[in-house]
């Protein structure tokens, strides 16, 4: 009897034993088939900062992901969008350093330039780079009645004289829609540390100065000037794109008019510093869903932005070319001391 008990006891052990290791067959997968390795994360909220108030590219961007990322089920954990606006991304970004990676913020250029310029301390280097997202492109527009009906020939005015011509731009030199035309102008020749360049508020303010004759050309986004364009206000007679671009077809391109420039707008995602390569592969996983869903072409679509998708090892790399370009762009401009 005690044997026959013994023996008992010892199948039930082993059939324990078995429901375990075959409950841990799947290789730790989660629900999705994706590997977990083991690990929690996330194990709370999540938050997206957007570094600036309420409205904007920057805000837009972050209660976009928020949405869908909630909306299509791609992440589960609770997702808030928190806006921490001030110093050009800087209050937002110094925010992040000090999270973990269930806090992620939207970037642009200004997290290179704010530190090219001396105006931050922060670097994209301090981060941990996990996307590109998308881009704007920028625009050079000139009144409806101006003798200048191409980007060529704003340039080869400038080349001519760089005093000649006031340039609108906003809200600061530095920008990508100042810099676009830097590079334009550089491309062809200009000496663009001569340039007159006129700095307004918004870019509203820049069409009005461009209606108005106080300004004889603007550089601005084209969602700034693609509406005033199709209503015959101003004149779009150049864009930073790589082709034209839909809606605009009578529109060339700098390429187009033997300006070798392709310049992008872009705004990324990135997260704290000291991310691990499991929590990266987790971010790398959710958002390259997110850019594939419907829902997020019809952001861009509504929004005139366009999906320049990047993931993190790309993001890194672009970052540093970057970094580069806007070094010599803001150094040509006369911007810093170096």
Not at 137 to 150: C, H, I, K
Not at 226 to 253: C, F, P, W, Y
Request: hydrophobic share 35%; proline share 3%.
């Amino acid at each position: 009897m005690r044997k026959f008990i013994g023996v008992l006891l010892l199948l039930a052990v082993i059939t324990v034993a078995g429901c375990s290791s075959s409950s841990d067959g799947d290789g730790g997968k989660d629900k999705e088939g994706e590997a977990s390795g083991g690990s929690d994360f996330p194990e709370k909220n999540i938050e997206i900062v957007a570094p600036a108030s309420p409205g904007g590219g920057w805000d837009g961007t972050a209660r976009a992901m928020q949405k869908i990322l909630s909306d299509e089920g791609i992440v589960n954990q609770n997702m808030n969008v928190v806006n921490k606006p001030g110093g050009g991304g800087e209050v937002g970004w110094q925010y992040l350093k000090e999270k973990d990676a269930h806090t992620l913020a939207i970037n642009s250029s200004l997290v290179i330039t704010n530190n090219v310029l001396g105006q931050s301390d922060l670097t994209y280097k301090d981060f941990t780079p996990l996307a590109t997202l998308t881009t704007e492109w920028v625009a050079l527009a000139v009144a409806p009645d101006s003798d200048m009906t191409s980007g060529k020939e704003v340039m080869q005015k400038l080349k001519d004289d760089p005093k000649s011509l006031k340039i609108g731009v906003a809200p600061s030199l530095g920008n990508d829609d100042h810099l676009s035309f830097i590079q334009a102008a550089k491309e062809f020749g200009v000496d663009v540390t001569k340039i007159d360049f006129q700095v307004y508020e918004s870019g509203g303010d820049v069409v009005t100065a461009l209606l108005g004759g106080h300004v004889d050309a603007a550089t601005m986004s084209v969602s700034e000037a693609k509406e005033q364009h199709q209503a015959d206000k101003i004149n779009m007679v150049a864009v930073s794109s790589d082709e034209r671009l839909e809606g605009l077809d009578d529109v060339k391109t700098w390429k187009e008019q033997g300006v070798d420039m392709v310049f992008p707008h872009w705004r990324g995602i990135m997260g704290p510093p000291d991310m691990s390569d499991e929590e990266i592969d987790y971010w790398d996983n959710k958002i390259s869903k997110m850019i594939d869903t419907d829902a997020w072409q019809d952001v861009l679509d509504n929004n005139g932005w366009e999906s320049y998708y990047k993931d993190s090892d790309e993001t890194k790399k672009f970052l540093k070319s970057e970094t580069d370009k806007y070094e010599t762009l803001l150094n040509d401009a006369g911007l810093t001391d170096k």
